[in-house]
């Protein structure tokens, strides 16, 4: 993936985008009535991703990556559980695993995805390359902390407003579509690919293949989707 993401990384998004694209589809089929206020909820949701997507400017966003690298520099880091991590470095992953563990126990989201949004998906990727195992530790204890804290208040959302939370869940994923966006200007910072902003296709043949990884995605994701009434049928009669 390290390697995906580095070499071909419109590619790999694309196919990203097409899997998100179509998983839109699972909390969309989940909602009984669409009312007025649930479609304020996704619209809201969406323009929120949107929103934290371009909060930062492109000189912001190389800036804070240099920032990091620099942190990363600092910390004399060796792979293994020796490597140390700054405060504000360890914030951001133990934030990271506990958005993406909740975001697990919710259907259609990927924790992954979000580690994706929150732009630290090739750094944990890199620490499992790497084992730099002071970063899978921050990410694990987050997902525990997540897990616990959030579980009972996402329970809740979706038992007493299911239909408004499906609704946002639509609109968070709707709106995500606009990061995975795949053509993207970037600077490489410490042999990271840094993206920097949203841009058109260079040539017809590199939209032709991400296009056509897009529409992979798409494919794998319908495939489940009807593969997955029948294998709860097939459970249900095991149980029977």
Request: proline letters at 4%.
């Amino acid at each position: 993936m390290k390697w995906l993401l580095t070499n071909h990384h419109a590619v790999t998004y694309g196919f990203f985008a097409g899997l998100v694209a179509a998983s839109i589809l699972v909390p969309w089929g989940m909602i009984s009535k669409r009312v007025l206020s649930g479609w304020g909820a996704l619209i809201f949701a969406a323009l929120l991703v949107v929103f934290l997507a371009e909060v930062q400017s492109p000189a912001e966003k190389l800036q804070r990556a240099e920032q990091r690298y620099a942190l990363k520099q600092a910390s004399t880091f060796t792979p293994g559980v020796n490597a140390q991590l700054h405060t504000p470095e360890a914030l951001l992953y133990l934030g990271a695993g506990a958005v993406a563990a909740s975001a697990m126990i919710l259907p259609g989201v990927s924790g992954s995805f979000m580690l994706v949004l929150m732009g630290v998906y090739f750094d944990v990727i890199t620490a499992i390359v790497d084992r730099r195992l002071s970063v899978l530790l921050m990410v694990a204890i987050g997902a525990v902390l997540g897990l616990l804290l959030l579980s009972k208040l996402l329970g809740y959302l979706l038992k007493a407003h299911r239909d408004n939370t499906m609704m946002s869940l639509t609109g968070l994923m709707m709106g995500s579509l606009y990061g995975l966006w795949p053509f993207q200007s970037y600077q490489i910072v410490g042999g990271r690919r840094v993206l920097l902003e949203p841009v058109m296709p260079q040539s017809i043949q590199e939209t032709l293949v991400v296009g056509g990884f897009f529409v992979l995605g798409v494919v794998i994701v319908l495939a489940f989707l009807k593969l997955a009434p029948a294998e709860a049928q097939a459970s249900k009669t095991l149980e029977v």
